[in-house]
């Protein structure tokens, strides 16, 4: 806070009448890509495989094309590579090139009969850090419709590769049945939108009387800020949202001078990615749960459900959306479907907030915009797209480093958002396409719940760039990263309490 600011805090109050602050318009237009059918057209019966040969056949003409264009009569040892079809078409001996799905055979990852032992009451061991098994038992495969082929060589321990990315292989397969790899290639970026690309558009409206007329675009303003935030972590403590509170009174312009005032007002709209409610306390093994013989017939259980922390969350939300507008993605502790894409939190969990939503059945996103985890949308022209952490948790299970970063830039180089699901990450079975499969590059890829703040800039092989942001747990840093929409430069803010100790 800037030193004027301070003084100005500490004066008495003044009959002086200051000019309001007005933020800049937010320019929001959601993609609504993620949401699932209603009611009973939303089915579970179907299998899980589908969706494997489902972001092969899209994936597979990308990587195809780069394939061709660098291994095209390629020669090694005088033999030039030829390409085959199908993994079973691989000859011993002969060097060539395929295309197919990256499967991790790992012992440590988790098995079916784990949950088999929760249905019988038997203790389940914990959930691993980490699926990688330190004697060397991982192997690494490929695959089609075809069959699977074992994948070993030296371009494997340099490429971090994980379940369910598409990727193009050249080798040849040696005396064991085994295909040592000399070089592989990846989807890479896919083609990325110009800004302002698709509200520019020529928007048509019918009049009904066999005529049309342009859709006036709104006049924009720019210099504005977007506000990222994750892991807020409400447990219904009181003294749990104090730096929370911070927050929210810095956001309406109550716990600063005017000239931070004016920064502030640059914000034009605040992103929650996930992990709003905290971690709930498991429920009780069925032998330990009491004898109850009478049910309520009003109400709730109190033993069985606490409603602070949705309630103070929706009394969050509700001080601020006077003043800003929000999107709220779920994550993996908020009351919402387990399995990605998560469905947006039922307007029902925030009494106050949900005025400010949309009309159900309307086009048009409201003030107060609960989404999907994955989201991606457009924001001032900018192709944005984020989630709560969970796909980026996932794929650190499968390598033995930490860098967060590197995991979202190969994310999107594979083209696919959830790599691993429905692997070792819990997703909804579809059977006519792959949400995960990215078809357009956004210039905006921000992840929540990661251990700390970090942010870099790609850039793709046609010319794309994208910046990476890696939003911390707001709980345990106070950290909140802001966006500015015309540079796409980060700011990060720090909130914390004053401690003797």
């Not at 709730?300 to 507008?325: E, G, K, Q, V």
């Not at 970063?405 to 999107?412: A, H, R, S």
């Amino acid at each position: 806070m800037a030193e004027p600011d301070i003084d100005e805090l500490l004066r008495p109050p003044s009959d002086r009448d200051y000019p309001p602050i007005e933020r800049p318009a937010s320019f929001y237009t959601p993609l609504r890509t993620f949401d699932l059918a209603k009611g009973d057209q939303k089915q579970y019966q179907q299998q899980y495989g589908d969706m494997y040969f489902l972001r092969l056949a899209k994936l597979k003409p990308a990587v195809e094309e780069i394939a061709e264009e660098s291994w095209t009569e390629f020669e090694i040892a005088g033999e030039t590579v030829r390409r085959v079809d199908r993994v079973l078409d691989v000859r011993q001996g002969e060097f060539c090139w395929m295309v197919g799905t990256v499967y991790m055979d790992m012992p440590l990852k988790p098995n079916i009969l784990d949950d088999i032992s929760k249905d019988h009451w038997i203790s389940a061991p914990p959930p691993r850090e980490k699926y990688v098994s330190r004697s060397g038992q991982d192997q690494t495969m490929l695959e089609d419709e075809s069959g699977r082929l074992r994948l070993i060589g030296t371009p494997l321990q340099l490429s971090l590769l994980v379940t369910g990315c598409v990727i193009a292989v050249m080798g040849t397969e040696n005396a064991n049945g085994e295909f040592e790899v000399v070089d592989l290639k990846y989807p890479d970026l896919p083609w990325q939108p110009q800004r302002w690309e698709r509200d520019d558009g020529l928007v048509v409206v019918s009049n009904g009387n066999g005529t049309s007329q342009v859709k006036p675009q709104d006049k924009r303003v720019g210099g504005g800020k977007i506000a990222i935030i994750s892991g807020l972590g409400i447990s219904g403590d009181e003294a749990d949202t104090m730096t929370l509170d911070l927050f929210m009174e810095y956001l309406l312009g109550e716990a600063c001078g005017r000239s931070t005032q004016n920064d502030v007002g640059k914000i034009s709209r605040l992103f929650i990615a996930g992990n709003s409610i905290s971690e709930g306390t498991p429920l009780a093994a069925q032998d330990e749960l009491p004898d109850k013989k009478a049910s309520k017939k009003y109400g709730y259980d109190a033993s069985a459900y606490n409603p602070a922390p949705t309630a103070h969350l929706d009394n969050f939300l509700a001080n601020l959306l006077p003043s800003i507008p929000i999107t709220l993605l779920p994550g993996e502790s908020d009351p919402a479907n387990v399995s990605l894409p998560q469905q947006p939190i039922h307007p029902a969990m925030f009494p106050r907030s949900r005025a400010f939503s949309a009309i159900p059945g309307s086009e048009e996103p409201g003030w107060f915009d609960s989404v999907t985890n994955p989201w991606e949308g457009d924001v001032d022209g900018w192709r944005m797209m984020g989630t709560g952490g969970q796909p980026i948790d996932d794929i650190y299970k499968y390598v033995d480093g930490d860098e967060r970063l590197e995991m979202m830039e190969n994310l999107l180089r594979w083209r696919c958002g959830a790599p691993t699901a429905p692997d070792t990450l819990w997703c909804y079975p579809f059977q006519d396409k792959d949400p995960f499969v990215i078809n357009e590059c956004p210039h905006v890829y921000f992840v929540g719940n990661q251990p700390k703040f970090e942010s870099t800039v790609i850039e793709g092989p046609a010319g794309q760039t994208v910046r990476l942001i890696a939003v911390p747990k707001f709980k345990e840093t106070g950290e909140v990263v802001l966006l500015d929409t015309d540079t796409l430069e980060v700011d990060l803010l720090r909130f914390d309490l004053f401690n003797d100790n």
